[in-house]
């Protein structure tokens, strides 16, 4: 069963403009990653952010975390057409034999328009 | 360096029909993950391996479904008698050790389509 509902579950924006995606998940978390993919293959791992964290920065992308909400943010500034694709986050459970299994969310489809 | 490779990349059999659908990780990476992305399911855990350990097979939908890790590298996921809900990407990725902190590297995945 899938953890993590994301929202929206598509996003429709102009190139230059910025880009969040949400993402909320149910149980206790060891960390949260953010995915993407692009034409329904291969995910690209794009950041990853520990229970222990509030906020991450890689370049555009910024990730932040709460976990007394149970929710993660992506927010993904100045966009570029480029950008257009699935974004997954995915939670890694903590304690127990999970053994850093992923679970995802439904993904929100970005597409960024020229 | 070389990353996560899957074959074949599209599938096409008959109902009925077994599969198998194979994984070579990056080198050195201990562990390796089967999931799978389909329409209705999104995207789900089937097995985890982790070195000589026993796999966690926790995410398998059935008993036609079954993998195997040979030599602590590639790894191979065999579908018996498949239907046409098996229709799915089948994603492969690895990680590097054994911490659930560490990044997994997805494989490109490989497309089955059950006719």
């Known amino acids: 069963s899938q953890q993590g509902e994301e929202d929206p579950q598509a996003l429709s924006i102009q190139e230059g403009e910025n880009a969040t995606m949400n993402c909320s998940y149910k149980?206790?978390?060891?960390?949260l990653q953010w995915y993407r993919q692009n034409s329904g293959r291969g995910l690209v791992h794009l950041i990853l952010i520990r229970s222990n964290e509030r906020e991450k920065h890689s370049g555009r992308l910024r990730v932040t975390l709460d976990t007394s909400k149970k929710s993660s943010s992506l927010l993904i500034t100045a966009s570029r057409a480029a950008d257009t694709a699935s974004y997954f986050c995915?939670?890694?459970?903590?304690?127990?034999?999970?053994?850093?299994?992923?679970?995802f969310g439904q993904g929100t489809i970005l597409t960024v328009h020229p | 360096g070389a990353g996560v490779s899957q074959s074949p990349s599209n599938k096409v059999t008959e109902k009925g029909k077994d599969v198998e659908l194979r994984c070579d990780p990056i080198?050195?990476?201990?562990?390796l993950y089967w999931y799978r992305q389909s329409l209705g399911q999104g995207l789900e855990f089937l097995i985890y391996f982790q070195g000589n350990s026993a796999p966690d097979k926790s995410g398998l939908p059935s008993d036609r479904f079954s993998a195997e890790r040979t030599g602590g590298s590639v790894s191979t996921l065999t579908i018996q008698r498949t239907q046409q809900e098996d229709s799915a990407v089948y994603l492969c990725a690895s990680r590097d050790s054994p911490s659930s902190t560490d990044t997994q590297y997805f494989g490109p995945g490989t497309r089955l389509t059950v006719l």
């Open positions: 995915a939670t890694a459970v903590a304690g127990g034999t999970s053994y850093g299994k992923l679970t």
């Open positions: 080198s050195g990476h201990t562990a």
């Open positions: 149980t206790s978390i060891n960390n």
